[in-house]
């Protein structure tokens, strides 16, 4: 394997992306969790603090005062819809009665007969007395046989007649009344049989003659005749229109009993407004991804601000040298506990290489390459991590070849002359640890001392 195929073995091996962003967010989940915990315990207090600072006052939140508005307003509404079915349930029942019941609601329309029998009341030609009353004597006597007449609508006759003594229902088919210009008392009977119009009727003048007539001359002598007299079969429209009147007011009773109903059910099923929580764990909640958002955006600033190295092309980006082997590290530095132990296998665990595999790999290079050549290891690690690869390559070659370390030369800057000597110098940075500018320092401090630098090694 000769130098490019190195360089492009190591180039392969791994691609900057944003799951490389991720785990390196994830990897520090312990103090995204202390900072989501901090922000927990904030907003958490916060939130009681202010709930028991109003309480302290005995004033109720702007929560409570509205849970308290919305309350009345849903037993309001729910005690108004049921009060409501309950009155138009109650006319509901009476229109139905009323319709049941009523005669003239009942008529056979287009058999109606109606018949009237038209009175004539005039003064006697006696001396009539003086009655201290602002009304024509002839007009006070058409009032007391209007008057008189309604007390005699339900008697015996009439209710055995009619069937029914109730007398709202007596006088929608009997009515009595007076024209005061003509000086006439009229009575007027409706019903389905020409018989009961008649028998009514005359019974209605027998109350006029035997009962009215006397107890009413001791108001003002008068004489009373019967000027008209009539029976006929018609149609009355009216009864139509009544009955229409009746059945469109039950028909809007029975759809305002329904909507109002509506409402109530509407109002149980949504139920009635719950108290107001304190809301206290839903804060903390908040809080807690919140600042944990914010701690994670931090670690993902400071990836992308620091300059860490992380892979092999950002490095050949910005330094004109190959880039022989990198290696697929670990980045958990305390003991791992389970939940790094599966960071790690869902980063690393299809592409992980061995260690030894990455030593071989090394060992493979200068061997094929820099035989009986003084190999100088330096780089952004510390002396001890550039003894062990040092040791770990020299194992793996397994004869003697003359390797040698040496300490970051921009802390030990009297170094540059032993790499200055040697025949290949390889430099080393530690991914996500050396920063590409120390790294970018050190090869242009190995430029200036024109020492032979060959390549780039990623541990």
Same mark, same amino acid.
């Given at each position: ?17 944003? %799951? ?15 900072? &989501?915990? =901090? ?48 009155? @138009? ?15 003239? $609601? ?101 109350? !006029? ?6 107890? !009413? ?5 008068? $004489? ?14 009216? !009864? ?25 059910? %509407? ?6 407004? %719950? =108290? ?31 300059? @860490? ?32 132990? $599966? ?20 060992? &493979? ?26 040791? &770990?390559? =020299?194992? &793996? ?35 996500? !640890? ?16 024109? =020492? ?8």
């Amino acid at each position: 394997m000769n130098i490019n195929e190195y360089e492009q073995y190591a180039g392969e091996e791994e691609e900057f992306s944003i %799951k490389d962003i991720l785990f390196h967010i994830l990897y520090r989940w312990r103090s995204c969790i202390v900072v &989501a915990l =901090a922000g927990a315990i904030l907003l958490g207090g916060y939130q009681y603090w202010k709930i028991w600072s109003v309480h302290k006052e005995g004033e109720l939140t702007e929560e409570e005062q509205s849970y308290i508005y919305e309350l009345e307003n849903y037993r309001n509404s729910l005690k108004n819809a049921q009060a409501n079915i309950q009155n @138009y349930t109650e006319l509901l029942n009476e229109r139905n009665e009323y319709l049941e019941k009523s005669i003239y $609601l009942n008529l056979d329309y287009g058999h109606e007969w109606i018949g009237s029998r038209t009175y004539y009341v005039r003064l006697s030609d006696m001396e009539t007395s003086q009655q201290n009353t602002s009304l024509d004597p002839t007009d006070a006597l058409l009032n007391a046989y209007v008057n008189g007449m309604g007390g005699h609508l339900s008697d015996e006759v009439v209710t055995s007649v009619l069937g029914t003594d109730d007398i709202t229902l007596i006088k929608e088919v009997i009515q009595t009344n007076a024209d005061y210009s003509a000086n006439i008392f009229k009575v007027s009977v409706i019903s389905n049989g020409k018989e009961t119009v008649e028998l009514i009727l005359q019974h209605l003048d027998d109350v !006029v003659q035997q009962t009215l007539f006397p107890m !009413v001359s001791e108001l003002e002598p008068h $004489l009373v005749s019967i000027s008209f007299d009539s029976i006929s079969q018609q149609k009355d429209k009216e !009864v139509l229109n009544a009955r229409d009147k009746v059945t469109a007011s039950i028909t809007d009773y029975e759809k305002k009993i329904a909507d109002n109903q509506k409402i109530v059910d %509407k109002l149980i099923r949504d139920e009635e407004p %719950k =108290a107001p929580g304190k809301h206290i764990v839903r804060y903390a909640a908040i809080g807690f991804v919140l600042f944990g958002c914010i701690m994670a955006g931090f670690y993902l600033v400071m990836y992308i601000l620091q300059g @860490y190295i992380h892979n092999s092309d950002e490095v050949k980006s910005v330094i004109p040298l190959p880039v022989y082997a990198q290696k697929t590290i670990v980045r958990a530095k305390r003991d791992r506990n389970w939940i790094d132990r $599966l960071l790690i296998q869902l980063e690393f665990g299809k592409k992980k290489q061995s260690d030894q595999a990455f030593i071989e790999r090394i060992a &493979a290079l200068i061997c094929e390459n820099y035989t009986d050549k003084n190999v100088v290891f330096t780089g952004d690690c510390s002396e001890d991590e550039l003894k062990q690869l040092q040791g &770990a390559v =020299a194992d &793996a070659i397994g004869k003697t070849v003359t390797i040698s370390t040496c300490k970051n030369l921009l802390d030990y800057p009297e170094g540059l002359s032993t790499c200055t000597e040697a025949d290949v110098v390889l430099l080393v940075g530690k991914r996500y !640890v050396s920063k590409m500018q120390t790294l970018i320092e050190e090869y242009s401090m190995l430029q200036i001392g024109k =020492a032979p630098i060959s390549g780039i090694i990623l541990i």
